[in-house]
């Protein structure tokens, strides 16, 4: 009997130690699971950033055109939005032919958009959404150019106007009324 006290008594010292040691391996194995799904989450997310940055290479060089253009852009509306001359500014021509360059670019680039935004919708819907306003505020200073180009033409048909009227009163001053008639009507 004490023999058989004795076993039963190491059996049970036995059994918790084993209940424990199981506990612990459990816990082990719920941690190691905990992070093999973290590995498998980040794997998923490394696959996905890959595939986005496959994507989206081609359009790095677009927006590298599109950044340049812009401030092309911006530096021409800047010009044109004020009746003063930006100072230390070339323009090659007359400013007209580089208001129609600059309507060549800007129709360039509604086009590039309008081709980007389906992709756009496909892929990424903020993107889209950027791409839009985009477009608008693109439509918007196109419109903008537009009356200041209007502006511009006022303003030089205005100029020569009154060159001309003051050209002729300093002709009238200097060679009388019926001189200047008689050049004028010839």
Known sequence: EKNLAQLEEDAEENLLMLCEEKERLQEKLCELKRELQLVEQEQALD???DKQMEFLAPLVTICEKFKEQYKAFATSLDATRHELPVKNMHIEGD???YLDKLQEHL?????LLTELAPICAEEDAEACTDL???KEVFEEL???LQRGYTKVQNL????NKEVSLHNQRICE???GL???KHWYFK
């Not at 129709?107 to 086009?111: I, K």
């Not at 030089?156 to 100029?159: G, H, P, Q, R, T």
């Open 142 to 144: 196109d419109k903008e």
């Open 95 to 97: 400013t007209l032919t």
């Open 173 to 175: 001053e200097n060679h």
């Open 132 to 134: 839009k306003e985009f």
């Open 156 to 159: 030089s048909f205005e100029v």
């Open 107 to 111: 129709t360039v680039t509604q086009e």
């Open 47 to 49: 696959d996905v950033l």
């Open 178 to 180: 019926d001189t200047v």
